[in-house]
T-cell receptor, first 115, second 116 residues
C-alpha cells in the first residue's frame, strides 16, 4: 500500500538546537500539508504546498520555522532554534490536488520533545 | 473563517452497541467537504468517512454512517455494532471547495472508549 513516510518517528532535543523533520509524500501526489498536534491547540495547519510551491504558510511561526520541498519526493520542516513550546506531534499529509483532493493521506507523525 | 466544534470530549459505549458522535461547523460556503478521522493510540490519522455537501444522501461505510444536516450545519457520526478496535480519538474536519482552500480544519476531537 502507498503511504506517506515521515522521519524520524521520535525526536528528543535540547532547546536551541536545530530540528529537521522529513516527509516523503505518496508518489504522484502534488499537494503536501504540514500539521502540528498538541493537547492545547489540537490539529493546526502550519503550511501546505502544491507542485512544490508554498500556497499557505500563515500558520507557521516565520522566525524559527521553515518548510520546503526540494523535490517532489521530499518535504522538510525545520525549526531553528527549537523551544520547549515546539514540543508536539508533527504530521505530514499528501493528496492528489485540488480537483480530487477529497482525501488526504497522513503519515505517522514525528513526536518532538524539546527539553 | 471556518470553525468545527465537537462538544463531546469523551464518549463511551458498550461493545456491540451504537454510539453517535456530534460535530457542528460554521461556514459561509455553499459547497464543501466534511470528514471523520480516527486516531488510535498508534497516532496514525485514518479517514473513516467523507461527505460532499452537495450530496443529500448520507455517506455510509460499513458500520459507520453520518447524519448530515446542511441547514443546521451538523455532521454526526454513528458507529453501529461497536468493536474494541473502534476505541480511538475521532476528529471531525471541514474542507472548502475553492481553489487554494484545500486545508482541513479540525475539531478538538472526541475520545471514544469501548466497554467490553
Amino acid at each position: 500500500d502507498a503511504r506517506v513516510t515521515q522521519t524520524p518517528r521520535h525526536k528528543v532535543t535540547e532547546m536551541g538546537q536545530e530540528v529537521t523533520m522529513r516527509c516523503q509524500p505518496i508518489l504522484g501526489h502534488n499537494t503536501v500539508f504540514w500539521y502540528r498536534q498538541t493537547m492545547m491547540q489540537g490539529l493546526e495547519l502550519l503550511a501546505y504546498f502544491r507542485n512544490r510551491a508554498p500556497l499557505d504558510d500563515s500558520g507557521m511561526p516565520k522566525d524559527r520555522f521553515s518548510a520546503e520541498m526540494p523535490d517532489a519526493t521530499l518535504a522538510t520542516l525545520k525549526i531553528q532554534p527549537s523551544e520547549p513550546r515546539d514540543s508536539a506531534v508533527y504530521f505530514c499529509a499528501s493528496g492528489l490536488g485540488y480537483a480530487t483532493n477529497e482525501k488526504l493521506f497522513f503519515g505517522s507523525g514525528t513526536q518532538l520533545s524539546v527539553l | 473563517a471556518q470553525t468545527v466544534t465537537q462538544s463531546q470530549p469523551e464518549m463511551s459505549v458498550q461493545e456491540a452497541e451504537t454510539v453517535t458522535l456530534s460535530c457542528t461547523y460554521d461556514t459561509s460556503e455553499s459547497d464543501y467537504y466534511l470528514f471523520w478521522y480516527k486516531q488510535p493510540p498508534s497516532r496514525q490519522m485514518i479517514l473513516v468517512i467523507r461527505q460532499e455537501a452537495y450530496k443529500q444522501q448520507n455517506a455510509t461505510e460499513n458500520r459507520f454512517s453520518v447524519n448530515f444536516q446542511k441547514a443546521a450545519k451538523s455532521f454526526s457520526l454513528k458507529i453501529s455494532d461497536s468493536q474494541l478496535g473502534d476505541a480511538a480519538m475521532y476528529f471531525c474536519a471541514y474542507r472548502g471547495s475553492n481553489f487554494g482552500n484545500e486545508k482541513l480544519t479540525f475539531g478538538t476531537g472526541t475520545r471514544l472508549t469501548i466497554i467490553p
